[in-house]
């Protein structure tokens, strides 16, 4: 990978352009430095015309209606399935769920996947460093069905270690679910090769791609994984909705989630007739609006080339680290730039992550504070919490530049 | 960013006048925030009148945390319990003098939430001190 800005072929300025948010200030004269990506991106004016256009020109119900906004409607929220699908690599647009995010993929894929394949006695695999959200599903399936959960620990540098991950998939696992990449040591995982040594022992794959799909090329069939799962807003697109890719022959298996609406093709008294894919998972009146702001921030990405938006990102996190090291008391956790996605967490000196987060903030500079939702990841290294400052396509070399002279005045400040 | 972390909150989270443990002690009680980690304990001496003749706090947090438990820790000796129910956000916001966001606020408040609930028990907290 060439870690150099100047082999960049996005035209950042261009793209700041896109974002409207960015211009705006904090405080009189102090303008917005958001670093908190990793947390959530901001939208691009074409995601947020796009729902703004929905609303004001086509707003219906999708799929069951006749009339001409109805028709609309239904055409544009499935063809951003169509995109998401393209976007990932998958066969098929059936291979793609609307969800609210990555939490509730995975909890679906706890409840729906999990209760019918697993019984007490059987084991997952998980990693130490999971989110929350893809520890906490399968927790609950635990204290439910009696399975037991084993954890892939982590190298010094906050890699995956690849001698765990063998010896605990001698225990056979059921399934193994883990992330692409981490949101708090920014390390980007072998998923091909796990994802192989996985099904030679017999598991089933679930892939985290919550931070991966909005930074790096991602294609589902080149892996070979069986589910991903990942969400709109860290990917320049709306909250509150979210994907669940699977197998066709899993997801075909798979009891339904919630029942309702959309979920069904007829309803009697006695019973009813499951949908087809991915209708199935979809009961209720879905995220509609969101969902056609997704299709647009998945076009924004693909126009850029999602190789050109790595290579730059990972420019600036080189950078960002080489600058970082320079500054007494730093410490950053997780590997060398190569190796990891726009994302930088850090101590500083015994200054609590609050005090660093909160003073960089009255200079406009928007990072994160606490344990991301990665407890267990912190825990591993034995600290609380950090202080996170995350990229994203819009971020320049001087924006770094900024961040580290907010760094020496809170050290001035706390020094 | 004066504004923000004024002076005296960063010299009272450097130099706590009131940092230490009572023992024996007739009440003490911990807690921590659990978004962040922070944790607080405050030990009290009353006397038979119910007024608090002694205090301190121990524990770990941002600089508003600890700089709010050492100055409602300072400010109660002196006063009876029941004039310990009385406190609330606001005594805490003017103590420190500086305004606060939602999540900031909980930092600061930590503090009188373990007094309150060292005092009154959990279930009398009222719902602002439920961090
Ligand atoms: C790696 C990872 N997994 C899962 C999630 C959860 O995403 P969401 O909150 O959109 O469900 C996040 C977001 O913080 C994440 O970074």
């Given at each position: 990978m060439d870690l150099s800005f100047e082999s960049t072929t996005l035209d950042i300025p261009a793209i700041r352009r896109d974002?409207?948010?960015?211009?705006?200030?904090?405080?009189?004269g102090v303008q917005l430095v958001y670093l908190d990506n990793a947390a959530t991106s901001q939208k691009p004016v074409q995601v947020i015309e796009s729902m703004d256009f929905y609303y004001r020109q086509m707003n219906a119900n999708i799929h069951?209606?006749?009339h001409c906004l109805a028709e609309e409607a239904t055409v544009a929220y499935e063809d951003a399935r169509k995109k998401i699908a393209s976007f990932i690599g998958a066969?098929?647009?059936?291979q793609i769920v609307f969800t609210r995010n990555t939490t509730e993929s995975l909890n679906l894929l706890a409840y729906s996947w999990g209760r019918a394949n697993l019984k007490a006695g059987d084991r997952i695999l998980l990693t130490e460093m999971e989110h929350h959200s893809n520890i906490v599903p399968w927790q609950m399936l635990a204290s439910e069905v009696g399975v037991t959960l084993d954890f892939v620990t982590l190298t010094d540098?906050?890699?995956?270690?690849q001698e765990s991950y063998a010896t605990l998939l001698e225990r056979e696992p059921k399934l193994v679910s883990f992330t692409q990449?981490?949101?708090?040591?920014g390390t980007i995982t072998p998923v091909a090769e796990m994802t192989e040594q996985a099904h030679r022992a017999g598991a089933v794959v679930i892939i985290d791609a919550a931070q991966s799909v909005p930074h790096m090329p991602v294609d589902v069939q080149e892996l070979g994984v069986d589910f991903m799962v990942f969400s709109a807003h860290k990917m320049l697109g709306p909250t509150g909705i979210g994907i669940l890719y699977g197998r066709k022959e899993l997801l075909q298996e798979m009891p339904p989630f919630l029942g309702g609406?959309?979920?069904?093709?007829r309803v009697q008294l006695g019973g009813f007739t499951m949908n087809d894919l991915p209708y199935k998972f979809e009961a209720g009146t879905p995220a509609i609006a969101e969902g056609i702001g997704f299709g647009e921030a998945v076009d924004y990405l693909a126009n850029l080339g999602m190789e050109a938006v790595h290579q730059y990102e990972q420019a600036l996190t080189a950078y960002a680290l080489e600058r970082l090291e320079e500054v007494p008391g730093i410490q950053v956790y997780g590997p060398e730039a190569e190796d990891k996605g726009g994302v930088l967490s850090f101590i500083y000196d015994d200054i609590h992550t609050h005090d660093v987060a909160h003073i960089l903030d009255s200079f406009g500079i928007a990072i994160r504070a606490g344990h991301h939702c990665a407890q267990p990841a912190h825990q591993h290294f034995d600290i609380d919490a950090t202080s996170r400052a995350s990229f994203y396509i819009y971020n320049v070399k001087e924006e770094v530049d900024q961040l580290i002279e907010g760094l020496y005045k809170v050290k001035e400040i706390f020094g | 960013m004066d504004d923000f972390y004024r002076e005296l909150i960063i010299d009272r989270y450097k130099n706590?006048?009131?940092?230490g443990e009572l023992d024996p002690h007739d009440y003490s009680y911990e807690d921590d925030?659990?978004?962040?980690g922070d944790e607080i304990r405050i030990d009290l001496r009353v006397d038979d009148?119910?007024?608090?003749?002694e205090a301190a706090f121990t524990g770990k947090g941002c600089a508003i945390s600890l700089a709010s438990a050492d100055l409602l820790v300072e400010s109660i000796?002196?006063?009876t319990l029941d004039e310990i129910k009385t406190l609330s956000k606001d005594d805490i916001i003017e103590m420190l003098g500086i305004e606060l966001g939602p999540v900031r606020l909980k930092c600061a408040l930590l503090s009188l939430k373990v007094l309150k609930a060292g005092v009154y028990?959990?279930?009398?907290?009222?719902e602002e001190l439920m961090i």
């Open positions: 974002f409207p948010i960015l211009e705006r200030e904090t405080a009189p069951r209606g006749i066969e098929s647009w059936r540098q906050g890699k995956l270690d990449m981490s949101n708090m040591l609406g959309d979920m069904i093709k | 706590p006048q009131m940092r925030n659990p978004l962040c009148d119910s007024r608090i003749t000796v002196g006063k028990g959990l279930d009398e907290l009222e």
